[in-house]
């Protein structure tokens, strides 16, 4: 979803701007408004209109964006993996988060594969991130040989 303003009052002299999973997703994605110090904006004289009908003016400092914020609150909120999807044929193991996530600080170490609640479980050892985007919702992991080989193995030991 995109942004949206959540004014309720028709003339105002502050507006709140409800940002959109999508736009969240692009600002983090390019390190934007992650800190205070990485907030900044412009605005053009066409973003509102007074009551009677004059745009208001142009905002921009010598480097073409307003400095700073005088409100700022960092995402204090951790990612939550919401879906996980595993193609042994293809080798394939996918995890969706509820937000865009670094996947060049993914960690093996920290993921393990259970067959079932009783088998003991299977560590990934020499797989690999898929190339593609760097910020993503979406880690695409590449299963090498010898891990998709654990799973296996660790799947017939839960069924048997």
């Not at 960092?74 to 937000?99: C, G, I, K, R």
């Not at 760097?134 to 799947?155: A, K």
Request: with cysteine; hydrophobic share 40%.
């Amino acid at each position: 979803q995109h942004s949206a303003v959540t004014t309720l009052k028709a003339y105002a002299k502050s507006i709140s701007v409800l940002v959109g999973a999508q736009d969240l997703d692009a600002m983090k994605s390019r390190s934007i408004a992650l800190t205070a110090a990485t907030c900044f904006m412009t605005v053009t004289d066409q973003l509102v209109t007074d009551a009677t009908n004059r745009q208001n003016l142009a905002i921009l400092d010598s480097q073409g964006a307003l400095s700073g914020s005088s409100s700022f609150e960092a995402d204090s909120v951790s990612p939550t993996m919401e879906n996980v999807s595993l193609n042994l044929s293809a080798a394939a193991l996918v995890l969706q988060f509820d937000e865009v996530v670094d996947t060049t600080t993914f960690s093996f170490a920290n993921l393990t594969f259970y067959g079932s609640n009783t088998t003991s479980g299977v560590s990934f050892t020499t797989s690999s991130v898929s190339a593609g985007d760097s910020v993503t919702r979406s880690v695409q992991i590449q299963l090498s040989s010898t891990d998709r080989n654990n799973i296996l193995s660790s799947i017939a030991l839960a069924g048997s």
